[in-house]
């Protein structure tokens, strides 16, 4: 019994001194990592307050005054506010309409794509790299720099943004689609395979099932990005609530009471909509179940 004893202490004594030494290794790396962080955020900040017209430090301290000069104009015109809410409802509804009907052709592709490019579901195993490098280069390109290049093409307006939105939206649910494809269980799909069913039947029936509540639960996060994203494309021209806020703050003083009405109508829809797909999201993941 004492000599068991007297090898368990050692071993014991071992193992303690690895995991030490292991605890140590990784406090290292940490230490190291955030060296690395903090000198790539000094280096760009640097590199980005050089190149910018002003410095930052300098402007600083104006930093508050357009939101002050926009409150307190606001305040002063607040009767008017409700008209300046029906004035720019359909330019809402543009934006809307533009998130919406982006995320949905978005996504048809980005299903397309993920099943394309899943190892045991694939429909062209040897292209599964080259519908992956398609979904990295659209979600590569920001949807702006693709909205600048449809405007030039087709001209300023709507459908620009959707496409560009659309695009990005592929690209970036493809991959998100793709990941959530691997984990589904293959067992249907090789039994449809065996009775004959063609590949589109074993998606259908064997695929989509399992996977459609994380899909639709991503497609709907997905909605909320792109309520923003075209908003922000209303700045390059592409129409919705985002040209008008354009124009109300190019104008400056005098139109900062419309600029506040566009700022409280974006910041009404955007949190009305997350709460909608919170609340649509946490059905889908738990069924229903609080």
């Known amino acids: 019994m004492a000599d068991i004893a007297d090898r368990g202490a050692p071993a014991s004594a071992n193992i303690h001194e690895t995991y030490l030494a292991m605890v140590r290794r990784k406090r290292a790396y940490s230490f190291a990592l955030l060296i690395v962080f903090v000198a790539l955020m000094v280096a760009g900040f640097s590199v980005a307050n050089d190149r910018n017209a002003g410095g930052f430090i300098q402007g600083f301290p104006q930093i508050l005054d357009f939101p002050a000069d926009v409150v307190g104009e606001a305040w002063q015109n607040v009767s008017e506010l409700p008209g300046h809410f029906v004035d720019f409802f359909p330019a809402l509804v543009e934006t809307i309409n533009i998130a919406a009907v982006s995320t949905l052709i978005g996504a048809s592709v980005a299903i397309a794509l993920a099943l394309l490019s899943t190892r045991g579901l694939a429909l062209w195993p040897r292209a599964i790299p080259v519908f992956r490098r398609l979904m990295d280069i659209m979600r590569a390109i920001p949807d702006i720099v693709i909205a600048l290049v449809l405007i030039f ?46 590949w589109l039947q074993q998606m259908h029936l064997g695929v989509l099932p399992q996977v459609a509540p994380n899909f639709l639960s991503y497609a709907l ?56 797909s919170s609340m649509a999201r946490h059905r889908l993941v738990h069924g229903g179940k609080a």
């Open 221 to 276: 996060l997905r909605f909320e990005i792109n309520v923003r994203a075209s908003a922000i494309l209303g700045f390059v021209g592409a129409g919705g609530i985002g040209y008008e806020l354009k124009n109300a703050i190019t104008w400056g003083q005098g139109q900062f009471a419309e600029s506040a009405a566009i700022f409280l109508m974006l910041f009404a829809t955007i949190v009305l909509f997350d709460q909608l």
């Open 153 to 198: 093409l087709m001209g300023v307006g709507p459908v620009p943004a959707m496409l560009a939105i659309a695009i990005h939206t592929a690209g970036a649910l493809g991959k998100l689609f793709s990941e959530v494809a691997e984990n589904a269980d293959l067992k249907p799909v090789e039994g449809l395979r065996s009775t004959g069913a063609r």
